[in-house]
């Protein structure tokens, strides 16, 4: 089997592992910090472990020194190189490369998308909080310390509520979280186990 097929089995099946056990021992607890440390570490071992070469570490054999005498003859043969050929395996890794690529282009046009409303908002102070304030009908979302909000979608008690709730997404850094958890789907895109735990990492980060 391809090494790289080998990786992404073991990330994969690594991610599944982490969510399975999330879903059962972490999933209730309201410790949200210690989840978002868990995911994060989660998603950086089920990436660094299949890495390394625990084989040869630990069921490494005695390599034994031998001198092996082969004829001058056999240097005489000559081999017709076989010529390549198109199977299974080549499909998949065009299936999967196309589908990095795909996904990564989709989050190209997210980053975009997101610049070109960077561009379009207007920097104001709200309840003494620097926000960007956007004209058309959004959600609020925060990315990396900036607010984007329409207030006049919302009355004053909702525009506290909301601008609190992104101070804390912000000072707790939740848009590398966000970030990296895309980051991980684009390598393991075929994996719906990840689509989980992406959307625990994103039901997490919400609190």
């Not at 089920?46 to 020194?65: H, N, R, T």
């Amino acid at each position: 089997m391809s090494p790289l097929f080998v990786y992404l089995l073991k990330a994969s099946a690594t991610v599944f592992i982490l969510w399975v056990f999330y879903f059962l021992c972490l999933r209730r607890l309201t410790f949200h910090k210690l989840n978002r440390y868990f995911f994060i570490t989660g998603m950086m071992v089920s990436f660094l472990w299949p890495l390394l070469p625990l084989e040869d570490w630990f069921f490494k054999a005695p390599q034994i020194s031998q001198v092996v005498y082969i004829p001058v003859s056999a240097f005489m043969l000559q081999f017709k190189p076989e010529p390549p050929t198109f199977g299974i395996a080549q499909f998949l890794k065009i299936c999967y490369i196309g589908g990095v690529l795909f996904m990564l282009v989709r989050l190209g046009i997210q980053i975009f998308s997101l610049r070109n409303i960077f561009k379009r908002s207007e920097k104001q102070v709200i309840q003494d909080v620097d926000v960007r304030v956007v004209k058309e009908k959004i959600n609020p979302f925060s990315f990396f310390g900036q607010i984007f909000l329409n207030p006049l979608n919302h009355n004053a008690t909702e525009l506290e509520a909301i601008i609190e709730h992104e101070k804390v997404h912000n000072h707790r850094a939740h848009s590398i979280d966000i970030l990296l958890s895309e980051l991980v789907k684009i390598v393991l895109w075929f994996n719906n186990s990840f689509k989980l735990d992406r959307k625990s990492t994103r039901l997490n980060s919400s609190h």
